[in-house]
């Protein structure tokens, strides 16, 4: 079948629920009490691991790494979890469900009672996906039962990607044909985020909170209508609320001010996810799966930014690292090639950077083991100064009063200023 003979005969919504809308029982009902109002809709559901099932097993993973001791009881832990769960949802103990996810987890048991010399990241993607597969048999059998007909889909089957374990890239031509073939109208399907296979049917995972990106990619692949992401805060704030007061709800968003927004640190989509989107035309709705009928915010082709506000940014944990020659002598381009290949080569971004004639700052994101790598390899050509526990602050859309909210969080050791946006590194202060 053609790509436009598909797009012309399929109407599809995709929507992707978190892990924080499946973290127990009473929210799993809540799924089916969101479904319902979309009765009539052909869906594509893309579900993650259930609450924080994921770092679960990331713990599990290292305990198994290490050769940990506690390695059986995060197993039996992630088990209570699951089945704590499965209780609530499935009253009759014979339901097929139990085995199923005995099964899903057993399979887990037996790759961690191998000792492996495998690579971390291949080991990760062994281990980690076992969430989503757990977490979409119980919501799939769940919402089955309570007559919404679905099917279960496998992701590893349908996405496929390089052997770029943890962090895997997507083959986009394969996916959507094998997409296409599988996703047929007039069904429901569930399926699981974040994971998919390489060519010998390894599986991948896409990064971490990647199961928006999943969501696009079925959306693309099938030319959906539209997408939505359902989160336990309204729709996309103009700044985190957690971090900053008065926040307000924007309704609508470009394509290109989302992905700016990403780009800068804004949190609330996988940076990824709107990419593929933005091909196609095919918006992006953030949604309350709390009050599910609210309209939430909407990415997509129209205004920028509506209400026009400006929006805050802050990325925690930042180092701030100036570097001067040696002589003083200027800071040319021969040098900073230099500096860039250091940092390409330690696989690190560099979120803000500033020249004056004999320094050049760089704001990055602190990690403890690649930080004090890249400052010994600066240091064998470069005088080196060093700030930890800053705060990079960036406003799309400043005004003279939003600045000044930033500026005023500790003592400014960087600022800059640009026709869209303004950015400041700062310390707190005692
Ligand atoms: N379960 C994965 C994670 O927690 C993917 C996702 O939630 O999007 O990162
Ligand atoms: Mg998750």
Same mark, same amino acid.
């Given at each position: 079948?053609?790509?436009?003979?598909?797009?012309?005969?399929?109407?599809?919504?995709?929507?992707?629920?978190?892990?924080?809308?499946?973290?127990?029982?009473?929210?799993?009902?809540?799924?089916?009490?969101?479904?319902?109002?979309?009765?009539?809709?052909?869906?594509?559901?893309?579900?993650?691991?259930?609450?924080?099932?994921?770092?679960?097993?990331?713990?599990?993973?290292?305990? /198994?790494?290490?050769?940990?001791?506690?390695?059986?009881?995060?197993?039996?832990?992630?088990?209570?979890?699951?089945?704590? !769960?499965?209780?609530?949802?499935?009253?009759?103990?014979?339901?097929?469900? /139990? &085995?199923?996810?005995?099964?899903?987890?057993?399979?887990?048991?037996?790759?961690?009672?191998? @000792?492996?010399?495998?690579?971390?990241?291949?080991?990760?993607?062994?281990?980690?996906?076992?969430?989503?597969? !757990?977490?979409?048999?119980?919501?799939?059998?769940?919402?089955?039962?309570?007559?919404?007909?679905?099917?279960?889909?496998?992701?590893?089957?349908?996405?496929?990607?390089?052997?770029?374990?943890?962090?895997?890239?997507?083959?986009?031509?394969?996916?959507?044909?094998?997409?296409?073939?599988?996703?047929?109208?007039?069904?429901?399907?569930?399926?699981?985020?974040?994971?998919?296979?390489?060519?010998?049917?390894?599986?991948?995972?896409?990064?971490?909170?990647?199961?928006?990106?999943?969501?696009? !990619?079925?959306?693309?692949?099938?030319?959906?209508?539209?997408?939505?992401?359902?989160?336990?805060?309204?729709?996309?704030?103009?700044?985190?609320?957690?971090?900053?007061?008065?926040?307000?709800?924007?309704?609508?968003?470009?394509?290109?001010?989302?992905?700016?927004?990403?780009?800068?640190?804004?949190?609330?989509?996988?940076?990824?996810?709107?990419?593929?989107? @933005?091909?196609?035309?095919?918006?992006?709705?953030?949604?309350?799966?709390?009050?599910?009928?609210?309209?939430?915010?909407?990415?997509? +082709?129209?205004?920028?930014?509506?209400?026009?506000?400006?929006?805050?940014?802050?990325?925690?944990?930042?180092?701030?690292?100036? !570097?001067?020659?040696?002589?003083?002598?200027?800071?040319?381009?021969?040098?900073?090639?230099?500096?860039?290949?250091?940092?390409?080569?330690?696989?690190?971004?560099?979120?803000?950077?500033?020249?004056?004639?004999?320094?050049?700052?760089?704001?990055?994101?602190?990690?403890?083991?690649?930080?004090?790598?890249?400052?010994?390899?600066?240091?064998?050509?470069?005088?080196?100064?060093? &700030?930890?526990?800053?705060?990079?602050?960036?406003?799309?859309?400043?005004?003279?009063?939003?600045?000044?909210?930033?500026?005023?969080?500790?003592?400014?050791?960087?600022?800059?200023?640009? @026709? +869209?946006?303004?950015?400041?590194?700062?310390?707190?202060?005692?």
């Amino acid at each position: 079948m053609s790509i436009l003979k598909f797009a012309e005969n399929f109407s599809m919504k995709v929507f992707k629920f978190g892990g924080a809308s499946i973290r127990d029982a009473a929210s799993v009902r809540n799924v089916f009490n969101v479904l319902k109002h979309y009765r009539n809709e052909d869906l594509l559901i893309v579900v993650s691991a259930m609450g924080k099932s994921t770092n679960a097993l990331e713990s599990i993973l290292e305990s /198994y790494i290490k050769g940990k001791k506690d390695l059986s009881e995060g197993i039996e832990n992630l088990r209570a979890f699951h089945f704590e !769960i499965l209780k609530e949802l499935f009253p009759n103990k014979t339901h097929r469900i /139990y &085995n199923e996810v005995e099964i899903t987890l057993s399979q887990l048991e037996i790759i961690t009672q191998t @000792r492996s010399e495998e690579d971390y990241n291949l080991l990760y993607d062994k281990i980690v996906p076992h969430g989503e597969i !757990i977490s979409t048999k119980i919501i799939s059998a769940f919402l089955n039962d309570q007559d919404y007909s679905n099917e279960w889909l496998d992701a590893r089957k349908l996405v496929k990607t390089d052997k770029n374990h943890r962090f895997a890239r997507v083959d986009w031509e394969q996916t959507q044909n094998l997409i296409q073939e599988k996703v047929k109208p007039g069904k429901n399907y569930v399926v699981q985020g974040f994971i998919a296979s390489d060519e010998d049917c390894n599986s991948t995972t896409l990064g971490r909170e990647g199961s928006d990106y999943t969501a696009s !990619i079925f959306a693309y692949s099938l030319n959906a209508d539209e997408v939505i992401i359902w989160k336990d805060v309204p729709g996309i704030l103009n700044g985190d609320p957690k971090v900053f007061e008065k926040t307000e709800l924007l309704n609508q968003l470009s394509f290109k001010e989302a992905i700016e927004l990403a780009y800068y640190g804004a949190s609330v989509i996988h940076p990824k996810t709107i990419q593929p989107l @933005r091909k196609k035309g095919i918006p992006l709705f953030v949604k309350s799966f709390i009050n599910s009928k609210d309209p939430g915010t909407r990415v997509g +082709n129209g205004l920028d930014l509506e209400p026009f506000l400006p929006c805050f940014i802050k990325k925690e944990n930042q180092a701030l690292i100036t !570097i001067s020659t040696k002589d003083l002598a200027f800071i040319v381009e021969d040098h900073l090639s230099k500096v860039y290949n250091i940092f390409h080569e330690f696989g690190v971004r560099v979120n803000l950077s500033q020249n004056t004639a004999v320094s050049t700052s760089f704001c990055i994101n602190n990690d403890p083991i690649i930080c004090p790598k890249i400052l010994k390899a600066l240091q064998t050509e470069f005088s080196t100064t060093f &700030n930890t526990g800053a705060n990079l602050f960036s406003v799309r859309h400043y005004d003279e009063k939003s600045k000044m909210i930033v500026k005023e969080s500790g003592k400014v050791l960087l600022e800059q200023i640009s @026709r +869209n946006t303004y950015q400041v590194v700062t310390i707190p202060q005692e």
